[in-house]
Nanobody, 114 residues
Framework: QVQLVESGGGLVQAGGSLRLSCAAS????????MAWYRQAPGKQRDLVAH???????NYADSVKGRFTISRDNAKNTMYLQMSSLQPEDTAVYYC????????WGQGTQVTVSS
């Protein structure tokens, strides 16, 4: 069964950093445009960043310059390096393809305190 497992979340003070990981099984991440999403309480799930098969990246305006998406093909793992975190970044973070066609994992909670 195809599975994505997110990890690396936690509680951090505003201005801090975290690195999220997305480990995949039964799917080769480099064969897809992969993305990070986030869902804050009471809000819809939003696209944060994506990385294409060729390695091109794109970011939501709200995180541009602060977050970096990357992929380690050897480890079949995708990352989201988050810096200068702000309370509005608080959300559950998920990984999936750009069209979200893999069963969603449980996500990883990121909480940023002011």
């Amino acid at each position: 069964q195809v599975q994505l497992v997110e990890s690396g979340g936690g509680l951090v003070q505003a201005g801090g950093s975290l690195r999220l990981s997305c480990a995949a099984s039964r799917i080769i991440l480099s064969m897809y445009t992969m993305a990070w999403y986030r869902q804050a309480p009471g809000k819809q799930r939003d696209l944060v960043a994506h990385i294409t098969r060729a390695g091109s990246t794109n970011y939501a305006d709200s995180v541009k310059g602060r977050f970096t998406i990357s992929r380690d093909n050897a480890k079949n793992t995708m990352y989201l390096q988050m810096s200068s975190l702000q309370p509005e970044d608080t959300a559950v973070y998920y990984c999936n393809t750009l069209i979200g066609d893999i069963p969603w994992g449980q996500g990883t909670q990121v909480t940023v305190s002011s």
